[in-house]
């Protein structure tokens, strides 16, 4: 938890995977009109691919 707590400290935004994927495992981001694809492993961890 120490680590969220320096992110909004430091003016930074925070946001949840888990609220991003809405409970999903995949999640589609824009940026500059290209798409990427965020995914959560069975591992629990993220891969961001384009």
Do not use: C, F, N
């Not at 994927?21 to 629990?44: E, H, P």
Request: proline residues 2%.
């Amino acid at each position: 938890m120490p680590q969220l707590v320096a992110a909004s400290e430091a003016g930074e935004t925070l946001h949840d995977a888990r609220d991003l994927t809405r409970g999903q495992s995949t999640a589609q981001i824009t940026l500059d009109d290209k798409v990427y694809t965020l995914r959560i492993t069975r591992a629990g961890k993220l891969i961001l691919t384009k």
